[in-house]
Every structure is written in structure tokens, then in C-alpha cells.
Nanobody
């Protein structure tokens, strides 16, 4: 199992930006599906953005045009750039990777809190 460590969360005003990072303990993002989920209080965990093993990118409708997922394989790090943040984006954000190979969502980070409030 790969260790994933998120960072970059915090408190931001509506309309602001944050960049989340997900650092892996090895070169596990390359060739493996990975992405971000979030969970708001009292709600189910939902997919935010994902990258397939082949590099295809998908976003939740609620974040399209505002969030960008990308990864730096050389740094073993995945990112989520979040712009034009809204109060409804407030949640704990988790990164994941389909690792070990063949195990969907086999590895998860511990989560990082994002709070959008004035």
C-alpha cells in the first residue's frame, strides 16, 4: 500500500483559491488511476476529479471550469487547483490512488479540511 499525504487545505473567502497537494511515498501515480473525493458534514463522500491510468480526466459537474487536477510524476505528487471557491465546496478533501495495481481506490490519504467562508 502506498502512503498518501495531503496538504494545502485551509480557510478561504468565497471567490478565493487553494491548491491541494497529495504526495505519494513512491512513483504510484504514473499509470494508475488517481483523484480526489470530498465529504461535507452530513453528506456522502463524492468524487471531485479523477485521472485514469491512461490520463483521461473527469470532473464533477459542480466543479467543472473551477477546479483543475494534474500530477507531477517526477515529484510523485498530484494536485487539485481550486479557483472561484464557493461555500458549498467546504468539505474534507481526500486523495486516492488505484494502488496496489488492480485494487480500485486501494490507497487513501488522511484528508485535508477546506473551509470556504467570509
Amino acid at each position: 500500500q502506498v502512503q498518501l499525504v495531503e496538504s494545502g487545505g485551509g480557510l478561504v473567502q468565497p471567490g478565493g483559491s487553494l491548491r491541494l497537494s497529495c504526495a505519494a511515498s513512491g512513483s504510484f501515480f504514473s499509470g494508475n488511476a488517481c483523484g480526489w473525493y470530498r465529504q461535507a458534514p452530513g453528506k456522502q463522500r463524492e468524487m471531485v476529479a479523477s485521472i485514469s491510468g491512461g490520463g483521461s480526466i473527469d470532473y464533477a459537474d459542480s466543479v467543472k471550469g473551477r477546479f483543475t487536477i494534474f500530477r507531477d510524476n517526477a515529484k510523485n505528487t498530484m494536485y487539485l487547483q481550486m479557483n472561484s471557491l464557493k461555500p458549498e465546496d467546504t468539505a474534507v478533501y481526500y486523495c486516492y490512488a488505484d494502488y496496489p495495481p488492480g485494487i480500485p481506490f486501494g490507497s487513501w490519504g488522511q484528508g485535508t479540511q477546506v473551509t470556504v467562508s467570509s
